[in-house]
Nanobody
Framework: VQLQASGGGLVQAGGSLRLSCKTS????????MAWYRQAPGKQRDMVAS???????NYEDSVKGRFTISRDYARNTVYLQMNNLKPEDTAVYYC????????WGRGTQVTVSS
């Protein structure tokens, strides 16, 4: 199983980024997927999740700003992040529980004020 995250970068507050997580080596159609983030000195927390059927869940601080989605044809999950704030600065990780918990390498998101 491989989870390849991309799309991070440096953006000003109020800006947008779209993260992608390309999966391989797994049956994407039956896997629940999630995005986590970890800021320096803090624990890794879930930001958003999407079930195999497309049901979504969000951490309170990102509701209304972030949207998680999935493309079954591309075996890819996305995280559209709008109205970014400096407190969104973190390394973002793609996650699934498929034959055990699986993590991508992470992509850095930095939001300047």
């Amino acid at each position: 199983v491989q989870l390849q995250a991309s799309g991070g970068g440096l953006v000003q507050a109020g800006g947008s980024l779209r993260l992608s997580c390309k999966t391989s080596g797994m049956n994407f159609r039956i896997a629940d997927m999630a995005w986590y983030r970890q800021a320096p000195g803090k624990q890794r927390d879930m930001v958003a999740s999407i079930s195999s059927g497309g049901s979504t869940n969000y951490e309170d601080s990102v509701k209304g700003r972030f949207t998680i989605s999935r493309d079954y044809a591309r075996n890819t999950v996305y995280l559209q992040m709008n109205n970014l704030k400096p407190e969104d600065t973190a390394v973002y990780y793609c996650n699934t529980f498929y034959r055990g918990e699986q993590w991508g390498r992470g992509t850095q998101v930095t939001v300047s004020s």
